[in-house]
């Protein structure tokens, strides 16, 4: 059995655990959201799962441009964009190349985003080399560009020294290296060194960047443009992919492009582009309404609502002597380290037993012995929520750790955590 089958094998075995376990796979049951709670398995449950950073899910103007856009033009719109685009991808284009500063191309999701940009501007004259944490859907084509013959390496995670020394090693045979990072990443809610990365586009002209801040979109930045635009002023060689999912509240995704010749050769040749459907009429409509909130004096009061409640989760997870991972980071994913998948396990389910729904992270998302729990941050949620969830966890945190057969002094070395208060 090859090293793929297996860890197919282990992964659907997770799945059949975590649904056995009621940790994963669940389904909503409810008639109507509200963004605070959510129904499972006949209980309502505060949700600390959802990535709508912002709330803007549940905005009157995205509603009822969804709303406006089907009654106008129906479901669906049928037909390839390589032929003939639906009404509001130029609209929504164009709001979005003013909110980002850049010639921006929609898409159907960030995965096909990333499918569609990597091939059709990273050649075989090119070397690419990943953080060993990039987003799964990042890493997924990574096979697609070996097989037309580019060299492909990853660096560890947040490490700009080994990440420099290949670009000094690899410059001297490629015609350019391309670095592939996540802005926001996704698991532990840290965020890329990008002043670091700011300074190694200025000595290497090899350098190009490919950014994928599909969690760093809306909730940060100037018109909510996101972690990397903001840091990144000069972008001629940068490009970065959003979500318009998420904190933005609609769906489908945005690639932001230096020049318009990368755009265009990015829709003529890729085939996501080509041969994907299109983002649909619905979320066309809900995307332009948010894209015009967003070039609104509102947009910064929702980031402050949103940063105001992601402190006081910092500020307590510290006073609690819960092992948070970059407590002092503020980015609505929020990771607490607690070693062993059955220590995680443990959490999780006492967590659903108090009416707290939050992310049981186990392999392949993390290594084994690196799980934890994943909770997010939204505007939906009250301070009192953010207390029931942590006060629940620093509670039961002993007795989840004896689980695993791990103190609290082996979950700080295994995730690099400063001691916990004596």
């Excluded at 090693?169 to 840290?190: C, I, K, N, P």
Aim: a negative charge.
């Amino acid at each position: 059995m090859t090293h793929f089958s297996r860890l197919l094998d282990t992964c659907d075995a997770i799945g059949h655990l975590a649904k056995e376990l009621g940790l994963g796979l669940l389904e909503a049951e409810d008639d109507r959201l509200d963004g605070r709670t959510v129904r499972v398995q006949g209980r309502s449950m505060r949700n600390f799962c959802s990535c709508s950073y912002l709330g803007l899910e549940l905005d009157p103007r995205l509603i009822e441009g969804a709303i406006d856009a089907t009654r106008r033009f129906g479901t669906q719109f049928a037909v390839s964009r390589a032929f003939l685009s639906a009404p509001q991808y130029s609209e929504l284009e164009a709001l979005l190349a003013e909110i980002t500063g850049g010639p921006t191309l929609v898409l159907p999701s960030t995965t096909l985003a990333n499918a569609a940009a990597l091939p059709a501007l990273v050649d075989e004259c090119d070397a690419v080399v990943l953080d060993q944490q990039v987003h799964m859907s990042v890493q997924s084509v990574m096979p697609t560009l070996e097989r037309i013959g580019i060299h492909v390496e990853r660096v560890r995670h947040d490490r700009l020294d080994e990440l420099e020394a290949r670009i000094g090693t690899l410059q001297a045979e490629y015609r350019r290296v391309w670095f592939l990072t996540d802005g926001v990443f996704s698991m532990h809610g840290d965020l890329a060194p990008l002043e670091g990365l700011r300074w190694l586009l200025e000595r290497y002209p090899s350098l190009h960047l490919y950014i994928d801040d599909a969690h760093g979109m809306s909730w940060t930045g100037h018109r909510g443009r996101g972690q990397a635009l903001e840091v990144l002023k000069n972008r001629d060689r940068v490009i970065v992919a959003l979500s318009l999912n998420k904190a933005f509240g609609a769906g489908g995704a945005a690639l932001v492009f230096p020049d318009e010749a990368m755009l265009s050769r990015v829709r003529h040749t890729s085939a996501p582009t080509n041969f994907t459907g299109p983002l649909q009429p619905p979320m066309l409509g809900a995307a332009v309404a948010s894209a015009r909130l967003h070039t609104t004096p509102e947009l910064g009061r929702m980031q402050h609502d949103l940063l105001l409640r992601i402190e006081y989760a910092n500020h307590r997870a510290s006073d609690l002597g819960i092992p948070l991972l970059h407590r002092e980071t503020p980015v609505p994913i929020r990771f607490i380290g607690l070693g062993p998948q059955s220590s995680s396990i443990a959490m999780a389910g006492h967590l659903r037993d108090c009416g707290l729904l939050a992310s049981c992270a186990l392999f392949p998302a993390v290594p084994p012995r690196e799980s934890g729990i994943r909770f997010t941050v939204t505007r939906h949620h009250e301070l009192e929520d953010i207390d029931a969830l942590l006060e629940t966890v620093a509670d039961f945190l002993p007795e989840a750790l004896a689980v695993g057969g791990v103190d609290r002094a082996e979950v700080d070395r295994v995730f690099g955590l400063k001691p916990a208060p004596i």
